[in-house]
């Protein structure tokens, strides 16, 4: 055993095991109310389970083709030129992947050469500075402005360098809400013109998106489409988090590239939900009503807890929403958010595992509110005592 050990040189020796897989262990251990990983605690559509087992029953269960069942990726081309004007070829540039999360780390292994630099924005989506480094690049990170999580584009301008390879950017935004305005889209486009710097937009929150604020896909700005990669998923969409369907949308010259890593990351996508999502996401509907559904328990939680001594951060998308602390401790994050599962029984996220460092976090802590109605009464109850 003791060789085995000694065999084995890290990559990534300071890596630590999740923020959302410790605190939801945490959370089942002293039988918290977990607010902390962002998972509905309610089902998906019947319909869309019937559609599964349809597929099922009739034989669809071997591999799927590499890039995805073609039927849906051609009811995504249609739905993504229906609701931001681009065409992608269902043939050569949109592919399926097992989740989100493998397509940003097929994008970036795709893309990313040693010592590449790549901008990302934190507090950030904790997959990102890891892969980036595992493919050798170096994370340059540039702090978004608290309280409305806002980018400062001049600051961006000046991190450029002739290293410079990617932009990541998330809207809606995980953990903070914020959303990108046109304006930041345009001063994204003059930043990047005229440069060979690649835009990787993290888009799996799009429909979750509140207060009629338009989400700014890249699919928009055919500036960006050329150099882009748009990363979307169902499970966000449609409640189905642990299926882990996911999707890329790139320019062939791009996704040539990156189906060559990403037949022998995954190779082929559940092949039965495949077949179903192609049916279920023609009814517009399904991700229509999310907008009113989620906004609705976004005011819930805000309205249940303003008075407790949480101060209520601006949240314009996704189902997550940052409360400041500092009037209640000055303990770290990491300690305050054990301490709510310890003594309170409630769980949450701290937002320091989103920075590089630390030192850069806040007194903030991330809610989920994608839960039932009565989870989200009990969990106020429980942050209106403390």
């Given at each position: ?20 897989a ?7 251990e002293?039988?918290a ?20 087992n ?19 990726r ?23 992947t ?49 309280p ?8 961006v ?17 995980n ?19 005229g ?19 338009r ?6 700005y055919?500036?960006?489409t050329?150099r882009?990669l748009?990363i979307?998923?169902?499970?966000k ?14 320019p ?14 995954t ?5 039965p939900?495949q077949w179903?999502f192609?049916d ?11 907008r ?6 976004r ?6 807890i ?17 409360v ?7 303990v ?17 996220v ?18 989920c ?14 942050l209106?005592?403390?």
């Amino acid at each position: 055993m003791n060789k085995t050990h000694q065999l084995v040189k890290s990559k990534h020796p300071n890596l630590q095991l999740s923020i959302f897989a410790v605190m939801s262990q945490m959370a089942s251990e002293y039988g918290a109310i977990n607010l902390s990983q962002g998972f509905p605690d309610f089902n998906c559509s019947n319909r869309l389970i019937e559609r599964v087992n349809h597929y099922m029953e009739k034989g669809k269960n071997q591999y799927a083709p590499m890039p995805g069942i073609l039927k849906l990726r051609e009811a995504l081309a249609e739905k993504v030129e229906e609701l931001y004007g681009a065409q992608f070829h269902p043939d050569t540039e949109i592919t399926i992947t097992a989740g989100a999360t493998q397509a940003l780390y097929t994008a970036i292994t795709t893309l990313i050469h040693p010592g590449d630099e790549v901008i990302v924005f934190e507090p950030a989506y904790d997959a990102y500075g890891p892969v980036i480094e595992y493919n050798a690049g170096k994370p340059v990170y540039i702090n978004m402005r608290y309280p409305d999580y806002r980018i400062n584009w001049d600051e961006v301008q000046d991190a450029i360098s002739d290293k410079t390879r990617m932009i990541i950017i998330n809207s809606p935004h995980n953990p903070t809400g914020a959303v990108l305005s046109p304006e930041d889209i345009k001063y994204l486009i003059q930043i990047v013109q005229g440069t060979g710097i690649f835009i990787v937009s993290d888009e799996v929150y799009e429909h979750i998106i509140f207060d009629d604020i338009r989400h700014e896909s890249v699919a928009r700005y055919p500036e960006l489409t050329d150099r882009g990669l748009i990363i979307s998923s169902f499970g966000k969409t449609y409640h189905t988090t642990g299926w882990k369907i996911g999707y890329c949308l790139a320019p062939e010259h791009i996704m040539t590239e990156f189906r060559k890593l990403h037949q022998f990351i995954t190779f082929a996508v559940n092949t039965p939900v495949q077949w179903a999502f192609a049916d279920y996401i023609k009814d517009d509907s399904h991700y229509e009503q999310l907008r009113e559904f989620y906004q609705h328990k976004r005011d819930l939680l805000k309205n249940l807890i303003t008075g407790s001594r949480f101060r209520i951060l601006p949240c314009k998308g996704t189902y997550f929403q940052m409360v400041d602390y500092e009037q209640i401790s000055q303990v770290p994050d990491m300690d305050f958010a054990k301490q709510l599962i310890r003594e309170h029984k409630i769980a949450t996220v701290p937002i320091s595992p989103f920075y590089e460092s630390a030192r850069n976090a806040r007194h903030v802590l991330r809610l989920c509110f994608a839960k039932k109605d009565d989870t989200l009464k009990k969990a106020a109850e429980v942050l209106c005592r403390i």
